[in-house]
């Protein structure tokens, strides 16, 4: 049974509302100074835009360590027959792999790595554990969309996700451009809070995976926040990274083109913010969705090249 207070109700009436985030964004207190590897004036832009871009964050020889092993991970049977391992819904081809911290040394070594989840800790101002991780992969043509979403509805929903003490930092695998599919962002609509219509089934996370139905904003509020703060997508080269707040509102369009998009994604969630009991009051989701064992990612004392980790 649920004990902690439901700040953010969502599923739970017949009308969607857009209510006002009740947390921060940059959790470190006025005054303090976070030590990171980001600046001042990258914490005040990410604050309020809820989102930064870093470009060429890591070098090219890193990201083909990173595209070998995804490539090695998808030609293994043993992967692909895991529950972690989701596929389009319509081609087959594999949409999204689970839990690659585990599955993977490398991508665990990756999840560590200073640039990224030190820029976790200085964000969240505390040690921070990995929520989920996962790679969603778009092969050229093939690629199938991800509707408009705030991932912290759905975690708070249906995982227990008490705060807004999370975000996504997303590693370009490939050069994201504006034709293949890139994460568009909605800037600012972070500060806002859209609740969802609609009591989630059980295990509706075997059909969400693929193509999801509960926990979607409704089109008036989607437009509601575009109107307000526009809609941009970062695209860059192979290497750069996006972080993003846990409420964020953003999806990506299918990819139309012959240029395949890959990224990969390390969902850090505060210590201080461990999951409760889902407020949906249904069993908690598989472990490789939402993690339950909340140890800190540990700190690496130098920034390691991801190829010699």
């Given amino acids: 049974m649920q004990t902690v207070p439901d700040s953010y109700p969502s599923r739970v009436t017949d009308r969607p509302t857009i209510t006002l985030r009740q947390d921060p964004v940059v959790w470190s207190q006025p005054g303090q100074k976070a030590t990171g590897p980001l600046t001042e004036y990258q914490l005040k832009s990410y604050a309020e835009q809820g989102f930064l871009f870093l470009p060429d964050l890591f070098a090219a020889s890193e990201v083909e360590t990173l595209t070998g092993e995804i490539r090695r991970l998808g030609e293994d049977p043993a992967i692909t027959a895991r529950p972690e391992c989701i596929t389009e819904p319509r081609s087959g081809d594999i949409r999204s792999l689970f839990s690659v911290h585990e599955l993977s040394d490398v991508f665990g070594r990756l999840a560590s790595h200073p640039k990224l989840a030190g820029a976790a800790r200085q964000i969240l101002a505390s040690d921070v ?6 790679v969603n992969l778009k092969p050229g043509f093939r690629g199938e969309a991800f509707y408009w979403h705030s991932d912290f509805e759905t975690w708070h929903v249906e995982d227990g996700m008490p705060r807004m ?7 370009l695998l490939t050069d994201n451009n504006a034709f293949n599919g890139p994460l568009m962002v909605v800037p600012g609509s ?4 859209i609740s969802c219509v609609g009591k989630t089934p059980e295990n509706h996370y075997q059909q969400s995976l693929k193509r999801q139905e509960y926990g979607v904003p409704d089109e008036e509020s989607i437009a509601h926040c575009i109107q307000d703060g526009g809609l941009t997508a970062p695209t860059g080269k192979a290497g750069s990274v996006l972080i993003f707040d846990c409420n964020t509102l ?4 299918a990819n139309m083109t012959p240029w395949p998009r890959s990224n ?3 969902v850090y969630n505060s210590v201080l ?23 800190p990612v540990p700190a690496q004392q130098a920034f390691e090249t991801v190829s010699t980790m």
Wanted: glycine content about 4%; hydrophobic content about 35%; overall charge positive.
């Fill in 165 to 171: 003490r999370a975000l996504s930092i997303s590693l």
């Fill in 250 to 253: 953003h999806g990506s369009n």
């Fill in 129 to 134: 554990y990995i929520h989920q991780s996962r």
């Fill in 264 to 266: 990969v994604f390390f």
């Fill in 273 to 295: 913010n461990a999951l409760t009991s889902p407020y949906s009051g249904q069993q908690p989701r598989p472990k490789f969705i939402a993690n339950r064992h909340f140890d």
């Fill in 190 to 193: 972070h500060m806002k809070f």
